[in-house]
């Protein structure tokens, strides 16, 4: 008999409980018993979703960040968070976000914060995560209190638990070391704590335990593949069967490797292409389990179960019971539950797939090879139909837009003239002083935004009501803006739900669900919108917006865009295309919304590119072609101005080094990056690549409520201007201040600007 299996649930609930009661917790609006309560209560509902699987992943569930988690479990939390009273998991917020809940900093004596955890992408990922900090001091000692409490849930409510804990080999991967040392030299020591947890979980009768081990689909050097062997020698002394799981690619070189693993099973993505399956069926060992994840889970596209079932039936027929079927990856990065869903357009939800329907889709499959196709052929049949009339479906494709993506060639991507002329050019035209301060775009989205827009969308507010409680909004940015003394202003975003689904919105081919929720970070939930189609521009999207803004200042107002790579990333993305086809058709969405803003009189646009890193293939060899095209996307977007139009582009947590050339070649006028958390680290890629043009380092962390002070924005400035001369320097926060309270935004602007005014006055230009 097949065993079906999840690698990870949803942990937010439906409806985003779990960011509500973390954001009521953080305000000290409800206590930590409470959200103790809201925990067990998501997990119950979540265990009780995946009744129908033979085995259940516990530990899934994560109050903010699993890799944080996997931190606590290890004991290796920052020293500069050990020395505060109170709760354990006082300390866990402390390193996602600087501080706790205002109650427990008020008893620890933390109200000024800490510095919060760096924070990066999962892979190639939406999802972020709180990298781990080592050093070669660095002592690990085993915590399983969290695992070990939800192991005792599950247990008391019957379920079949299978703990799921992050490997070794990916947790130092993913970690960083915050002095010179080798983080593999720590490899012993942390195998030596591994092995406590998984002999504790043996003693509290565990068979089974799923270690991920992502890292095994990129490309690794003998010391990290060393370093698998080493661990997984020492750990099969431990009672559990172990699960390794990999996901998100293929294993390719690493095939060998991971089959000869000595643990119980391997868990691989499967939805990459069925080259890893038809290798590892020869090389895995004959006692070995086999886990394939053949239910993509990290888009939300029926699956083919006709085609699965053609390759996987005499898969099936060799292995017997020594296959497992599960999601490619865990659910995480998908929304609950499509029957939350009524107001979706018909057609288009008849496509789709979340997390509750890939398992029904999995357990179908599974019902296939045990009880033969016929079993489930009228419902085989109706999976079949919907997937036809997709491909049939006219709504999909539009001939002009094809037309339009095909007729594109090199001189739609050059700007006029280069950048050192059109450097001149736009100095004289914006006369703005040495390091000019800005921000990002979005200011606080206050109760009364999100009010107006749930009232507008409930038509209880009309149109002119609505824009008229927008403008107000808009109105306000830009007065505390000039009362700040900033040189370059924003018109705040306060019109816009999210900074690709508000683009989404009002392009052709694209849908958009009510409830179609996914973790970001901690709290942050994006829903992202459902590229289904041919995409194109009807009408202009931020014109009105952006000019009425500038018609209310005499400093420049940035037009702010979303450039068609994140809006690409930050999609689910239909799955019957390339997906460079998709970005060059959003390409030149974004490029007539360009044009129309600078023929508005708007003197800098904005494109944003926060996810360009996020989607580099996670194997260096396929980077060029994903870089081509993104970067030739990013062209297309941009490079139809004038000179003296500056383009401005933004990026977020992402290590430049590696692509520090493609992105220059975007050539936008002005870069600006999150580089806080990192204290200016990520600004030595450009110790060994002379930058071109202009950067603004952020310089103020969002993410967190802690609010800079001005000597430590001038220290990180000064470090800035080590790498990068100071008259290309710009002084910006790190991202958009739309999660963040007006309360926190404004000292911590005007510390920004008073730095600014300290960094001209030393004359370092």
């Given amino acids: 008999m097949t065993t079906i299996h999840n690698l990870g649930f949803p942990r937010i609930g439906a409806q985003r409980e779990l960011k509500f009661g973390l954001e009521s917790y953080w305000k000290g609006a409800s206590s930590r018993d409470a959200l103790e309560a809201l925990g067990a209560e998501l997990r119950t509902?979540?265990?009780?979703?995946?009744?129908?699987?033979?085995?259940?992943?516990?530990?899934?569930?994560?109050?903010?960040?699993?890799?944080?988690?996997?931190?606590?479990?290890?004991?290796?939390?920052?020293?500069?968070?050990?020395?505060?009273?109170?709760?354990?998991?006082?300390?866990?917020?402390?390193?996602?976000?600087?501080?706790?809940?205002?109650?427990?900093?008020?008893?620890?004596?933390?109200?000024?914060?800490?510095?919060a955890g760096e924070m990066t992408k999962w892979f190639d990922t939406n999802y972020h995560y709180i990298v781990p900090e080592l050093s070669a001091a660095t002592i690990f000692k085993f915590d399983g209190t969290r695992l070990l409490a939800q192991l005792g849930e599950a247990r008391q409510q019957g379920i079949k638990a299978k703990p799921v804990i992050i490997g070794p080999v990916t947790y130092l991967a993913l970690a960083k070391a915050i002095d010179a040392s080798d983080k593999l030299a720590l490899l012993p020591q942390l195998l030596d704590v591994y092995a406590q947890l998984l002999e504790t979980l043996a003693n509290q009768g565990v068979d089974w335990v799923q270690v991920d081990e992502p890292i095994l689909v990129t490309e690794l050097d003998q010391d990290w593949q060393h370093a698998f062997n080493l661990a997984y020698h020492q750990l099969k002394a431990c009672r559990p069967r172990l699960l390794v799981a990999t996901y998100f690619g293929e294993l390719k070189e690493n095939r060998y490797l991971a089959a000869n693993l000595p643990v119980a099973g391997l868990h691989v993505d499967a939805t990459h292409g069925q080259e890893d399956v038809l290798s590892l069926l020869n090389l895995l060992p004959d006692h070995k389990v086999l886990s394939l994840g053949v239910i993509n889970g990290r888009n939300i596209w029926k699956t083919d179960l006709n085609a699965v079932l053609d390759w996987l039936e005499p898969v099936a027929t060799r292995l017997g019971e020594r296959l497992w079927l599960a999601p490619s990856c865990s659910l995480l990065h998908v929304p609950v539950d499509l029957a939350n869903e009524p107001k979706l357009d018909a057609e288009i939800r008849s496509w789709l797939a979340f997390a509750v329907q890939k398992l029904d889709e999995l357990q179908l499959l599974a019902r296939a090879l045990r009880e033969g196709r016929a079993a489930v052929q009228e419902t085989l049949t109706a999976h079949a139909a919907v997937l036809a009339a997709r491909r049939a479906s006219p709504r999909v494709t539009n001939p002009a837009v094809q037309a339009a993506v095909a007729a594109i060639d090199a001189?739609?991507?050059?700007?006029?003239?280069?950048?050192?002329?059109?450097?001149?050019?736009?100095?004289?035209?914006?006369?703005?002083?040495?390091?000019?301060?800005?921000?990002?775009?979005?200011?606080p989205q206050t109760a009364e935004i999100r009010q107006a827009r749930s009232a507008h969308k409930a038509g209880t507010l009309d149109a002119a009501d609505y824009e008229a409680a927008m403008r107000a909004e808009i109105a306000r940015s830009v007065r505390e803006q000039e009362t700040l003394g900033l040189d370059v202003l924003v018109h705040g975003e306060a019109e816009r739900n999210d900074m690709v689904e508000y683009f989404g919105e009002q392009l052709d081919g694209y849908a958009f669900s009510q409830a179609g929720w996914v973790q970001s970070y901690g709290s942050r939930c994006v829903k992202p919108p459902i590229l289904f189609g041919d995409i194109s521009r009807p009408r202009a999207m931020t014109v009105e917006w952006i000019a009425y803004a500038q018609s209310l200042t005499t400093k420049p107002m940035k037009g702010m865009l979303t450039g068609p790579v994140t809006i690409l990333n930050w999609s689910f993305v239909r799955d019957d295309q390339p997906r460079s086809v998709s970005c060059k058709q959003l390409a030149l969405a974004i490029r007539a919304e360009v044009l129309d803003l600078e023929r508005a009189g708007v003197r800098i646009i904005q494109i944003d590119e926060a996810a360009l890193r996020e989607g580099l293939p996670l194997r260096r060899s396929e980077w060029r072609h994903y870089l081509d095209w993104a970067v030739e996307s990013f062209r297309i977007a941009a490079n139809g101005v004038q000179d003296e139009t500056q383009i401005h582009t933004h990026m977020c947590y992402s290590e430049f080094n590696d692509i520090i050339a493609a992105i220059a070649g975007m050539d936008a006028d002005v870069i600006t990056i999150e580089t806080s958390r990192s204290r200016m680290e990520l600004l030595d890629a450009f110790e060994g690549f002379s930058y071109p043009n202009e950067i603004g380092p952020g310089v103020y962390d969002i993410h967190s409520p802690n609010i800079p002070s001005e000597e430590h924005i001038v220290g990180l400035m000064r470090k800035a201007a080590e790498r990068i001369p100071a008259a290309r320097l710009w002084v910006n926060p790190d991202c958009g201040l739309k999660t963040r309270q007006w309360a926190e935004v404004l000292p911590a602007l005007r510390n920004m600007v008073a730095a600014a005014r300290t960094l001209r006055a030393e004359a370092l230009v």
């Fill in 45 to 115: 509902r979540h265990w009780q979703q995946q009744a129908g699987l033979d085995l259940v992943p516990v530990g899934d569930f994560s109050f903010y960040d699993q890799v944080l988690d996997m931190s606590v479990t290890l004991g290796n939390l920052p020293e500069r968070v050990r020395g505060f009273h109170g709760e354990a998991l006082d300390n866990y917020f402390r390193v996602a976000r600087g501080r706790s809940a205002e109650s427990a900093e008020a008893h620890g004596g933390c109200c000024g914060g800490v510095a």
């Fill in 411 to 443: 001189d739609l991507g050059a700007r006029k003239s280069g950048y050192a002329e059109r450097a001149v050019v736009q100095a004289a035209r914006l006369a703005l002083p040495s390091f000019p301060t800005t921000t990002i775009g979005s200011f």
